[in-house]
């Protein structure tokens, strides 16, 4: 009789082992189902997610392009050859107006305008021949049939008591003169130097304008020959706030101009 128990019960305990076993093994399945399944959506979820990042970046992109058709022309005046005034401390204007430009066309490309530059370097490519070199620029524009051609300059005089900032445009009441108010405006809200106001090409005879099919203006950004003017236009500050001033009057000539 004692057999039969010890027999019984180690059946029983052998049973038990076995259907543990097997509750454990089904547990461990739908765990791993589980598991595999979470991981399943959540690769779907990452997948989708991708696809809406990849079509909502398209979106951007095909929207920058669509208003991208604003072109801006800019032109660092002088270079290479050509040194333009030298500053009380010796410091040329070729190299003043590039660091501007270069600094305006960031500020504009990242408003959405295509800029491109008759230099954005001190290497030119046109011969060292004023009415040239001059032309040249100017072909750079209507070969990109620009919306807009800004040319960057700093003035000099004999007399160091002269500073101040001026634009040029070709005449009144043009669009032209619409352009140069707008950046003669910004320019003068900063407050570095006086405003000698807009100036019109009959004044002097101005290449880059007369030849030019887009609107166009020139801006002459302070003396470099007055010790104010020039410790302003060439400091690393005093040049990034002229560019967000050409930038501002060039996107609110923008704004009217599209309207």
Known sequence: MKRR?????????RMLRKMTSKV???????V???FT?????????????????ENVSNSNK???????NFTVC???????????????????????TLEIALKLGKLLEKNNIKVIYTRNSDKVSWPSNEKEDLRERVKISNDAKA???ISIHGNGNTNTSFKGMETWCRFPNTEGEK?????????????YTSSRGIKYEAEKSLAVLRLNKSVSTLVELGFLTNSSDEKFITSESGQTKCAEALAKGILNYKASYKS
Do not use: C, M, P
């Open 37 to 53: 399944s979470y991981q399943q959506h959540k690769k779907n979820k990452l997948v989708t997610s991708n696809k809406n990042i």
């Open 24 to 30: 454990i093994l089904f547990l461990i399945i739908i």
């Open 74 to 96: 800019i032109d660092a005046g002088h270079g290479g050859y050509d040194k333009g005034t030298t500053s009380l401390s010796g410091i040329h204007e070729k190299d003043v």
């Open 62 to 68: 095909q929207q920058i392009d669509s208003e991208s």
């Open 147 to 149: 919306d807009v051609f």
């Open 5 to 13: 128990e010890i027999f019984l019960r180690n059946r029983k305990k």
């Open 179 to 191: 352009l140069a108010k707008a950046i003669q405006k910004e320019l003068s809200d900063y407050n």
């Open 32 to 34: 791993l189902f589980v």
